[in-house]
């Protein structure tokens, strides 16, 4: 079973593994420079749990649930 | 000597400070603002450096040429399809893993580019440090460290610019390599656009062809012509099947080069950077986790959106009343140098009575609130509180399907619906950009904000100025913006269900790190801006509008003016929504400019009436309350005020941004029905129970 980053809770850090979404958004975390092997830590929720706000490059980058449940991660620490 | 005219370009990132660069150069004064996505337009201004003017051109922020998004596009469009003599790409020396990213696109279009690693002064806050000598050896360019808002290293940054244009530095980039097998196909396509094409960026474009890039196909087609086309569509097809079968999925080749890029950035970072404190994010972090927490998140932003009206309402006070005396003091002089003169008495009625009078209520009434709120917004944008704002609000926008980026642009309307409507363009959907750009004129801007303050202190608080009185109307005037807001969002829900029908697309938003403020410079710079632009309109809106109303209240017809014919042919309809002639028409007439409304109820008030004293918001209710006002006149008329048609240069900005006039109709319906509604509700049941 694969894990998705919308799994992460708050100091956990992981691993991109694949990104399944398609279309712009997939250009949009390319972009952002989110590809294959690149660390993410999750840092902050939304006072409604969604969006999430992950660490990436040295940017933090929020993301919604939708967005984040097709970017498969790898290597879960669990700090939080 | 002729001058020598050289264009350049400044890319980046967003949010990395290429306006500030570019206003230190140029001197001009583009807005700036503490996230991404403030500047969506090209600017440009010249500087002169050496022998030599150079057209620099400020460009919105964009993360990739590339994998590119769509508001990229200006981006993009200018970097690739226009001749420029240099690149800057300005980059944050916070994040500069990703930053590089941009540069080493940049490069695989021209060499002629100079990197400036802006931000040194955050870098060095948070004990980052960068090896500029060897970032520059690695890349081939030449590379110079800046900290453009305290103006340090810009020499520098245009000496080297000089330099690469006069090709007195030979740049030299490292072409990245791509797998045999894709820079073989990459070969294959250029050499063929190279057969009909003649120009530079052969290695770029054939790269975008390779991903099948739709809009730029579209581009190289008008270029070649079919048949060429056809060749080249050939030639494509068959690189793309090669790489297909070296196991890349056809929709995925930009991955590939992206991640090529991103593993170089990543090399050459670990080399050139170091971080002494591996924890400086702690701090933001810390903060951020308050501020967007379940129990802190939204009230604090009610908290400090109070905060901010109290200081604009106490602010303002003493500033008017000083202002109304001197004004006003003018009033008498001014008619008797006009009958020194000897100017007719109607025209010396008309200039002093007419435009004098509405000019110098929009400076003394008008002014001060807007000073004062316009300056304390631009320091929250500063300190990069409004992200935030965005972040904890997503998810209301989402249930209404909608963009959470669309909070921005909703804050941008507070100082300019017009300012806000533009700023949609952050929004990538084009669905969510309407509702946004539709949206926009529920909240306030700064030219309704003194209107709204006005009535609520004559009519619910009273005169009073102690603490209580301020605190009380600075709740009630927060009531009635969560009022816009909530509108906001309930008709964004409705035109999702309706003509703009849809799901809410994703959405990635960069919160950036605090920064603090320039605070003096902000105020003096906002409040010089904001007084010069309401000293502006004031003359070439209000005083016309003066004179106009003034007009039409002095020249009767059959002994009745043709302001009176108006109103008591407005005031039937008026008086069902609770208002009446004068303030419809002030409505009607306060078109061009939000700001005029009260000045044009006022006039068209005394121009039937005897009163002679109006210095201020005192005599203003007698004179109100004299021609009829109760609190459900103030009532209906701060509604409207919230809820009616956007200001002619909102109008006018949508049709530029929509296209089509059919947006700019629909955007003065839906809030003019709303407000008419509402009025008309109120009026009816307040009339039924025999309240008022
Ligand atoms: N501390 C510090 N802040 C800076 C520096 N340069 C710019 N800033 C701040 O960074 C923020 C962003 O600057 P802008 O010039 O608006 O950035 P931009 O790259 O034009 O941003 P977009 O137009 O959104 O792409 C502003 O709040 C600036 O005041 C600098 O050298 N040091
Ligand atoms: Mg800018």
Partial sequence: ?80 | MDRMKKKIALAGNPNVGKSTVFNELTGMHQHTGNWPGKTVSNASGICKFRYTDYMIYDLPGTYSLIAHSQEEEVARDFLCFEEQDAVIVVCDAVCLERNLNLVLQTLEITSHVIVCVNLLDEAKKKKIHINLKKLSEKLGVPVVGTSARSKKGLDKLMASVDDVVYQRIKSNPNHLNYQPFLEEAITTVEATLKNFYPIQKTRWLAMQLLDDDIVLKEAVLDQLGQENFNVLEEVIEEARLCIYHNGIQKNHIKDVFVSEIMRVSETICNEVVTYENQEYMEKNIKIDKIITSRKVGIPLMILLLMVVFWITIVGANYPSELLSNWLFGFEDPFFQFLNFLHAPEWLSNMLVFGMYRVLAWVVAVMLPPMAIFFPLFTLLEDLGYLPRVAFNMDHAFKRCSACGKQALTMTMGFGCNAAGVTGCRIIDSPRERFIAILTNNFVPCNGRFPTLIAVLTMFFIGFSSSIGASIISVVLLTIIILLGIAMTLIVSKLLSKTILRGVPSSFTLELPPYRKPQIVKVIVRSIFDRTLFVLGRAISVAAPAGILIWVLANIQIDHVSILTMCSDFLNPFAQTIGLDGVILMAFILGFPANEIVIPLIMMGYMASGTITEYTNLLALKTLLVENGWNWLTALCVMTMCLFHFPCSTTCLTIKKETGSWKWVGLSILIPTIIGLTICFLLTTFTHYFGIV
């Fill in chain 1, 1 to 80: 079973m694969y894990q998705t980053l919308d799994s992460l809770k708050i100091g956990d850090i992981a691993y991109i593994e694949e990104i399944r979404s398609e279309g712009s958004i997939r250009r949009r975390l390319l972009d952002i420079g989110l590809t294959p092997g690149c660390k993410v830590k999750c840092v902050l929720k939304s006072p409604s749990g969604d969006p999430s706000a992950y660490l990436i490059r040295g940017a933090f980058i929020a993301i919604r649930k939708e967005d984040a449940t097709a970017i498969i991660i790898k290597g879960v620490e669990q700090n939080g």
